[in-house]
């Protein structure tokens, strides 16, 4: 007897047979009419239920339109805050978590997909990385990315045992995946892992012994940090004169004892070019914390910078400074050095340019504010130039006052300073405070849709806004 | 006046290219002078040649002129007056019609003013528009019998040539034959023959999918030949498939409505390029009858459709469905929006549905879609196939072009409430409730 399959199979080449679709007609519909559903064994496996409470309806449908790419940039904030709240993602939405998780953002994504997502995952290998598995389990079995988020983890709630297990497959490791592990102590660093950072420092991989030398720079109470502050502190002295301005008195280093190569001297590549010395001595401040030198003379950031300036060796001092206060993340130094660069011409020359957004990120938000809003906007000099590179380069919450500020300057359209500041407008709108977008909808003369600046801030601060409400609502 | 749709446009139109054309017209500033009253629709509209081509439509039976050379009818300028009174009815003033105008309406009532006295309603026909429609719909007959001939002329090539031609054969293979039947004012069949054109490779038995499809146009053919001998409703499948469409203004006049609520459980969006005209695919579940219906709505280009809606949403209304063997397609009598909506009421188990299904196919062999409502199933992935499963343990394949992660990870290993279409091969799942929670997949 001829089924629609077989008719398909002798079709399927060509056939002369003219009675064929008149076949087709008659097995063909009385096949799909009479389908017999195939019965179903095995399965049935169920997911637990959720212990954590759903996001909010609204809060979901807002997560559904930035996982079809509408304003997909705001996702990490999203994520950010539902996990914040303890929430977990509705489970249409995860195969498009999981998904997007693999490339991106996999450990803001892991805390919202709950049990659930566990369970899904579990039935997807390319989702293997989101499958609930013990912590050691992941650690020693997982893939290299799975492994650094299981560290992480560890590292967060148990800094010791995170060290344990990085040491206890130490050996067995390659430098590349060492060197990545050590990085993820930057959680939970304390003096307690000193020792065996210390030793870290005689490691045959470079990569190895950098990785070290950044954490143990954190540490004042290291041994390193110690053997630095000796080597350098004689070095750079204030020099009091009763005519003259105080100035400083700088020792360029010579040759560098093997213990001074150790501590990574000669390795350290720096950003800028300059003499072989002044080199070195660049490479000194920088693995040296600059909280130092104002805490052990009582002069302030500032002070040195100003006293610097008037210095010979400005170039390495600066340079060096730079890169020791992005590696500690000393904001009081990258404030110091930010407002040098805002006032002095030269300063530009000095730094490093390329690792300015990075000292940037380490300012506070009140002194950027009191910076910004202290500006004459009628002046086209450098200080309003560069306050506006230095609000695109800001990327962090925005306090209040500053929004106002800047909101109403662009409102004011007086001059050049306000044209640029509107040019840079729809950057502004992921960092200021989301619950003004009322406030900063109002007060553009007309329509403020008909420009397309204005109109792009407006819906990016509105779906911030409608993000933090949907998420505070109750669910 | 208001009841010009743009449906009706798109059936009145010879071909696509002069929807197309029509569209452009659609701007006001490409007309002179624009008017309407109760008994027509008129314009002057701007041409090539520098007097204005004038445009008339007779309201009362969809009578044309037009002034312009064009040898289409409807040309591009009935057309595209329709389409402007379609989308934006508030355009044209009501006024006292011009000369060429009355004149022209009163030439039309012509035969009807002769017997002056004998009071007729006025949308029983004059003996010369029956004649004059009865000779257009010969002739559209006669079209179409060609149409179809050739059709299957085609059909058998295919079936002599090989099914695994249709999986490497150019476009123009199937373009050319759709372009033929849309010649032959059969634009049902054209669409259904651009079906097969996706069919090769879209699965593993896909050379099963495509001869049915084409055994049922086959079937079509056949039907056609003996439309005399087929049972009423069946002559009415027969012709709206092939592309004979049914004026909603006599729909709505002539059948009874089916009270209920009304959940729109499903919405997909087709947009045709060459002529801008978009298609929106609603899919209703009443409460209280359970049965499906499925609402079209058209729309030119960012024009809105004439009912705003989307899935999820309920409404309490009457709906009148087109008539059929296995009725699905309907248009809304009145209606309005409910507040509240609610988890519809469907299928128990799988056996109870491929029933309903079976049941279904044999008052209308031709349905390829059947909507269906089921209540109590699981996911369930088996290797690399998806199973929809009830709680007897029966299961039925889900099309792996579907949803199916999402619907995976909604069910969890639980039963819900899926809506979905069936083709007899596998479930396509659009919409699925959880715990009373509508989900659009």
């Given at each position: 007897m001829s089924t629609l399959k077989s008719l398909a199979q002798s079709a399927m080449l060509g056939s002369t047979d003219e009675s064929l679709l008149a076949s087709a007609v008659r097995v063909g519909i009385a096949e799909v009419g009479g389908y017999v559903p195939v019965a179903f064994t095995g399965g049935g496996e169920r997911c637990n239920p959720e212990s954590r409470p759903r996001m909010p309806e609204k809060a979901s449908r807002l997560l559904k339109r930035m996982l079809e790419g509408e304003l997909a940039d705001l996702l990490p904030e999203f994520l950010q805050e539902a996990a914040k709240r303890g929430y977990v993602a509705p489970p249409e939405t995860l195969p498009g978590l999981l998904g997007l998780g693999r490339n991106k953002w996999p450990s803001l994504i892991l805390p919202l997909i709950g049990e659930r997502g566990n369970w899904l995952a579990a039935h997807n290998p390319a989702w293997?990385?989101?499958?609930?598995?013990e912590p050691l389990d992941a650690w020693e079995n997982g893939t290299r990315a799975e492994r650094i988020l299981a560290l992480e983890q560890m590292r967060t709630t148990d800094p010791a045992q995170g060290r344990e297990w990085v040491q206890s497959n130490w050996e067995i490791d390659s430098p590349k995946d060492r060197a990545a592990f050590l990085a993820t102590f930057a959680i939970g660093l304390s003096m307690e892992d000193e020792p065996f950072l210390e030793a870290c420092l005689d490691d045959k991989r470079q990569e190895v012994r950098e990785a070290a030398r950044r954490l143990l720079l954190r540490l004042e109470g290291s041994r390193f940090v110690q053997r630095m502050w000796a080597r350098v502190k004689p070095l750079v002295r204030v020099r009091s004169s009763f005519l003259k301005k105080e100035t400083l008195e700088v020792t360029l280093p010579e040759e560098l004892e093997a213990a001074a190569k150790r501590d990574g001297m000669g390795e350290f590549a720096l950003p800028k070019k300059m003499g072989e010395k002044a080199g070195r001595l660049a490479q000194m401040l920088a693995l040296t914390p600059p909280a130092l030198w104002s805490r052990d003379s009582g002069y302030s950031p500032d002070a040195w910078l100003a006293r610097a300036l008037t210095c010979e060796w400005k170039e390495p001092l600066l340079l060096g400074w730079q890169l020791a206060a992005i590696g500690t993340a000393d904001a009081d130094w990258a404030e110091s050095l930010i407002l040098l660069w805002m006032t002095k011409e030269e300063a530009e020359s000095l730094l490093d340019m390329h690792a300015l957004s990075t000292l940037v990120s380490l300012l506070r938000a009140e002194r950027i504010e009191a910076w910004v809003t202290s500006i004459e906007p009628t002046l086209s000099d450098t200080r309003s130039t560069r306050a506006i590179a230095l609000l695109e380069m800001y990327q962090q919450p925005w306090t209040a006052n500053l929004s106002r500020w800047v909101i109403k300057s662009i409102q004011q359209q007086a001059t050049i300073f306000h044209q640029r500041l509107l040019q840079a407008l729809p950057d502004f709108a992921r960092w200021m405070p989301p619950e003004l977008a009322d406030e900063f909808s109002?007060?553009?003369?007309?329509?403020?849709?008909?420009n397309k600046k204005i109109g792009a801030f407006l819906q990016i601060l509105e779906f911030r806004n409608a993000i933090k409400s949907s998420l505070e609502e109750k669910s | 006046m208001m009841s010009i749709t743009a449906e009706e446009v798109k059936s009145l139109a010879p071909d696509p290219a002069s929807l197309k054309a029509a569209q452009e017209l659609t701007d006001v500033s490409r007309w002179v002078s624009l008017g309407a009253n109760e008994a027509a629709l008129w314009g002057e509209c701007k041409g090539s040649v520098q007097e204005p081509y004038k445009v008339r439509i007779d309201l009362s039976n969809r009578g044309f002129a037009c002034t312009c050379p064009s040898r289409k009818s409807p040309c591009k300028h009935v057309l595209g007056l329709m389409l402007l009174v379609s989308a934006s009815?508030?355009?044209?003033k009501e006024t006292a019609p011009p000369a060429w105008v009355s004149e022209w309406l009163q030439k039309r009532a012509g035969p009807k003013s002769d017997r002056a006295g004998q009071a007729e309603p006025e949308t029983a026909p004059s003996p010369a528009r029956e004649k004059d429609a009865a000779r257009r719909a010969a002739r559209r007959e006669k079209l179409a019998t060609a149409g179809l001939e050739t059709l299957d002329l085609w059909l058998q090539d295919l079936i002599r040539q090989g099914l695994a031609f249709a999986q490497s054969a150019p476009a123009s293979f199937w373009e050319e034959q759709c372009a033929r039947l849309v010649d032959a004012q059969l634009p049902g069949a054209a669409r259904l023959v651009r079906e097969m054109q996706e069919i090769p490779g879209i699965s593993p038995n896909w050379a099963e999918i495509l001869l049915l499809k084409m055994a049922r146009l086959h079937l079509l053919i056949q039907a056609y030949r003996k439309l005399e001998s087929l049972p009423e409703l069946s002559r009415t499948d027969v012709r709206t498939l092939l592309g004979w469409t049914l004026h909603r203004k006599e729909l709505l006049l002539s059948s009874p409505g089916l009270n209920d609520d009304w959940l729109v459980v499903a919405q997909t969006l087709e947009e045709d390029e060459k002529s801008g005209l978009r298609t929106q695919i609603n899919w209703l579940w009443g409460k209280t009858n359970r049965k499906p219906a499925q609402l079209l709505l058209f729309a030119f280009k960012t024009k809105a459709f004439e009912l705003n809606l989307w899935p999820g949403m309920a409404l309490h209304g009457e709906l009148v469905y087109f008539p059929g063997a296995y009725p699905l397609r309907a248009i809304f009598k009145d209606q309005r929006r409910l507040e509240s909506a609610f988890v519809p009421a469907g299928f128990p188990n799988l056996l109870a549905f491929l029933d309903a299904y079976a049941t279904a196919l044999s008052l209308n062999p031709w349905l390829e879609e059947f909507p269906v409502v089921l209540e109590n199933v699981t996911m369930e992935k088996v290797e690399s196939n998806w199973l929809l499963r009830d709680d007897e343990n029966q299961a039925i394949p889900v099309s792996p072009r579907s949803s199916c992660w999402e619907l995976f990870a909604l069910s969890g290993g639980h039963p819900l409430t899926v809506f979905g279409l069936w083709d007899g091969f596998s479930f396509f799942p659009m919409a699925a409730w959880e715990n009373g929670r509508f989900v659009r997949l």
């Open positions: 293997a990385y989101a499958c609930k598995r109002q007060g553009w003369g007309d329509e403020p849709g008909s | 009815p508030a355009r044209l």
